[in-house]
């Protein structure tokens, strides 16, 4: 055995003058690790396998959009129309009567595609979309299945599914967020739904308006500064060598890294975000199409067209809320054709947009909520919560379109074939982007953690 000398260099550094000489030596040892060692964390990434789509946005429906009026056909809701069901397991409304669908559905497109007769615009783009109608998830309240479907849980703070989809793929434009949210909602969990948790700074969502305020007037929070450019980049020059200090000092700090990093998006993003927002220079033929320009549909047309900006710019993930409330416990044959209006056409000419530009098919589009409606009535005009049965749209990024995947049992109450978790969705939506859900990790407190934790399943079904 070598014999280990009792004064080594090591020691000596150590022990002479206090030390100092061995933290010297400590302070370049980590500065040439971190020299060699440290990326952007939003430089872009490769993937597990090979992705079928690019970016994802997703058209959040906040309250419940009720499925056996819009995407989940029951013949048998007309047939049982009036008889009273009974219902257990958690399911709101043991003995109250089943309530038809005041509205017809109508084949769509060349598939066939059930689609209610509400979306005149949407149904015409149906051999593109894919019906999930077997959709459940946990809980039958608002805040709880709110942050389920943006986070996958609803009991802990965890980072949205938008920031796992950053931090996985990174972005393709260092000049603007790879995340946005337009017009969140303000309750349902606020901030936690496009947060990043335990994630880094970097992959937290850019908020852009927020709810009650129209995407018109909509500005984004703490971009604008009184410094002049000039200013600001010395301000940030400055910033950046106190970190450069810290960190010769000390081991790599996630934090800091991207708080600094936030800085330097917010100082690049002045111009070129801005710009993006500004539709002013898109033809009046584009603006009709999305129906902006006044009416029911200006707001959703604005948020719609500006999504499709932002993916044509490089943003991975783009959320778009419907903030008008669909919870319709009263009013139901009043207050859903006015959701759907306004929605409606602003949502087919994304799809068709996307279409034309060749964009749909690395584009995945999301549509839902947090959950469903009950098909038994809630008085005799409204639908209460239902969390065991809802449905929920697909279309492009990899997604064979024209068709229905699972399904709730004949009255729509509860999903019987083939159910779909919000877990189950992510799952899913990671598998499509290229990851395997369960090796996309990050470990914190002890333990890696995952989007879907130890659950979910990749419906492999609705992937052309």
Avoid at 98 to 112: A, T, V, Y
Avoid at 269 to 279: H, R, Y
Avoid at 447 to 460: C, E, F, S
């Amino acid at each position: 055995m070598t014999e280990v000398p009792a004064f080594s260099r090591r020691n000596f550094l150590k022990s002479a003058s206090c030390g100092f000489g061995y933290m010297a030596l400590a302070g370049l040892a980590t500065q040439d690790s971190q020299a060699s060692n440290y990326q952007n964390p939003l430089a872009p990434r490769a993937s597990h396998f090979t992705p079928r789509a690019k970016r994802v946005i997703f058209l959040c429906m906040r309250g419940g959009p009720t499925h056996v009026d819009t995407f989940d056909y029951k013949p048998a809701l007309y047939r049982d129309h009036g008889r009273t069901v009974s219902v257990s397991g958690g399911i709101r409304g043991n003995g109250r009567a089943l309530l038809k669908s005041p509205w017809k559905f109508n084949p769509s497109g060349q598939s066939g595609l059930p689609i209610s007769e509400l979306f005149p615009h949407l149904s015409r783009n149906a051999d593109d979309m894919c019906l999930l109608n077997s959709m459940n998830t946990s809980v039958p309240n608002h805040p709880q299945s709110f942050l389920m479907m943006h986070t996958g849980e609803f009991r802990f703070t965890r980072p949205s599914m938008g920031a796992w989809i950053l931090y996985g793929m990174g972005s393709e434009n260092q000049n603007l967020p790879g995340y946005i949210t337009i017009s969140p909602p303000s309750e349902l969990g606020g901030a936690q739904n496009y947060g990043n948790g335990f994630l880094p700074a970097s992959f937290q969502g850019a908020r852009i308006g927020e709810q009650g305020t129209p995407v018109a007037n909509a500005r984004v929070g703490n971009l604008a500064s009184p410094l002049t450019q000039t200013m600001q980049r010395r301000q940030l020059d400055l910033l950046q060598n106190m970190n450069n200090d810290l960190l010769q000092r000390t081991q790599v700090n996630q934090d800091i890294e991207g708080v600094i990093n936030s800085y330097e998006l917010g100082f690049r993003m002045q111009e070129s975000l801005p710009n993006l927002m500004d539709i002013s220079r898109e033809t009046q033929l584009t603006k009709d199409m999305y129906g902006i320009g006044g009416g029911v549909t200006d707001d959703f047309g604005r948020q719609c067209l500006m999504a499709r900006r932002f993916a044509e710019a490089g943003v991975r993930f783009i959320e778009i809320c419907h903030n008008n409330n669909w919870d319709t416990h009263g009013g139901l044959t009043q207050r859903v054709p006015q959701l759907c209006r306004q929605i409606d056409q602003p949502m087919g000419a994304l799809l068709t947009d996307l279409r034309q530009r060749g964009m749909l098919e690395d584009t995945l589009v999301m549509w839902g909520g947090e959950f469903g409606r009950t098909p038994h009535g809630q008085g005799t005009d409204g639908r209460d919560h239902n969390a065991a049965g809802f449905s929920m749209w697909v279309a492009g990024g990899g997604v064979k379109g024209g068709m229905r995947y699972g399904a709730t049992d004949e009255h729509g109450i509860r999903a019987v074939e083939n159910p779909m978790h919000h877990h189950d969705l992510h799952a899913t939506l990671l598998h499509l982007l290229g990851f395997d859900h369960q090796r996309l990790s990050y470990r914190y407190g002890g333990r890696d953690y995952t989007l879907t934790d130890i659950h979910g399943n990749v419906a492999r079904e609705i992937m052309a």
